[in-house]
């Protein structure tokens, strides 16, 4: 991880800190395997934010009254 992020100790250090707080992990009922690409980006996601990157940029909807449920 050092050869990626640099001062990763830190990370480490923060990260441990803060789990204490954190209820401990359980495995839902039904599910074999978690959805490992989806655990994957968010914690990306989670890495990026707390690093001090931006949030994306969401995507505009068209306002058009076209677009709108019909009743």
Do not use: F
Not at 1 to 15: A, F, I, K, N, T
Not at 36 to 58: K, T
């Amino acid at each position: 991880m050092v050869g990626h992020l640099p001062y990763s100790e830190h990370l480490v250090r923060d990260y441990l800190t803060h789990i204490h707080a954190l209820p401990r992990p359980v495995q839902p009922i039904g599910v074999q395997h978690p959805n490992w690409s989806a655990l994957g980006h968010a914690v990306d996601y989670r890495i990026r934010l707390s690093l001090g990157g931006q949030l994306p940029r969401g995507r505009t909807l068209p306002t058009s009254s076209t677009t709108s449920p019909s009743r």
